[in-house]
């Protein structure tokens, strides 16, 4: 009852945005689990350092932060991404990647540096496929114009996680996604031995055939050389 009386205040107090970090670092600080964290830890490979704070507990201690009249201005999203992504705890990714996809509509077109940064640091399947799959996915709705040219860029990259995010950013765009940008992205992937690649190919796949199951059944007939895990997560919906 205490936590939830602090979030509710928080939620209609205005948070300076001098402090806005440092309120939010208190809050997890406040809600330090270390026994949590070892698990925590753990699962994650020991890649990051965390709070062990649960996730349902993370996401209500951040919705003041998220609330529209506590938002920082557009313009100091860059600096703050850069101070969250430097902290060793993995809740300031997770709260990171929430703060900047709360600003998908005002994106411009310079901020697909800040999301390729996002990508690129820290890097794991826990805020790459958030980031890929609905920030990115928001910018290149924005910017259709772009996808080409980002997803050549990121393809000759050879770096794993902006490879599988050229595959995730259209995982929510169901009728309005480019078959034949997905169709030519998965024959360039095809041989690779990641298997975050592989499995990123057969869940795009799994995803669409919601939307279109003869041509996603139809591609993975065609295209007999998929790796077999892309295979059957392409199939498992439709077989």
Request: no cysteine; proline share 5%; glycine share 4%.
């Amino acid at each position: 009852m205490e936590g939830g009386i602090q979030y509710s205040l928080l939620s209609v107090i205005f948070i300076p945005m001098i402090h806005y970090l440092s309120t939010l670092q208190a809050e997890f600080e406040r809600q330090a689990n270390p026994k949590i964290a070892a698990g925590q830890k753990a699962y994650m490979k020991n890649r990051f350092e965390f709070y062990g704070i649960p996730a349902p507990q993370r996401k209500e201690t951040q919705k003041p932060f998220l609330l529209k009249q506590q938002l920082p201005p557009k313009k100091a999203l860059k600096s703050l991404v850069k101070q969250l992504w430097n902290q060793p705890q993995r809740e300031y990714q997770m709260f990171g990647q929430e703060l900047v996809h709360r600003y998908s509509k005002q994106l411009e077109k310079e901020d697909i540096a800040l999301l390729e940064y996002m990508v690129t640091h820290k890097s794991w399947w826990d805020t790459v496929d958030f980031i890929a799959a609905n920030t990115m996915g928001a910018y290149f709705q924005l910017y259709p114009e772009l996808r080409k040219e980002y997803v050549k860029k990121w393809l000759a990259s050879d770096h794993m996680w902006l490879q599988r995010s050229a595959l995730l950013f259209q995982l929510k765009y169901k009728d309005q996604l480019d078959k034949e940008l997905l169709a030519n992205t998965i024959r360039q992937l095809q041989g690779s031995k990641e298997f975050f690649i592989n499995k990123a190919i057969g869940w795009t796949l799994r995803q669409y055939s919601k939307t279109n199951p003869k041509w996603v059944k139809d591609f993975v007939r065609d295209t007999p050389t998929l790796a077999n895990l892309s295979k059957r997560e392409a199939l498992r919906l439709i077989i």
